[in-house]
């Protein structure tokens, strides 16, 4: 968790990330949680984009993939209260590193990959944005 601080210390922490998991293997995956950093939803957005292109920078491209994750996570041309947002919202704005080899071969046994993200939102809707709401609540 990186408490208060600057956007620079948070993209120092995501360096700080992909370094620890090339020491270890073992690591699959690692969640990088901003509990008072890039709040404003337009701020995490700014951060998303210069970690990418940090990642990009650093030689990562391929090997890592960065997931986000935000409380105002809003697709690009949705409403606020369609709940295929909650898809990609959690109770702090975070990033969620991954191995790129892990997910490859997690894909290899999943089938129709590509749908996945399209099954996500057709599970939100259907399960409403009451519902939705609850479920990101009851993680705080």
Known sequence: MI???????????????????????AIETSLLIFTQSVIEFDSFLDCIELANAL????????????????????????QDNDPANFTNRSPYPMLHLIREASIERALQHYPDPESIPERNIELARSKGLATMRLLLESCK
């Open 3 to 25: 408490d208060n601080s600057t956007l620079d210390i948070c993209l120092e922490a995501l360096v700080e990330e992909m370094a620890l998991l090339d020491s270890d293997t």
């Open 55 to 78: 990642l990009i920078e650093q030689g990562y491209e391929g090997v890592y993939q960065l997931a986000s994750f935000h409380p105002d996570y809003c697709f690009e041309g949705e």
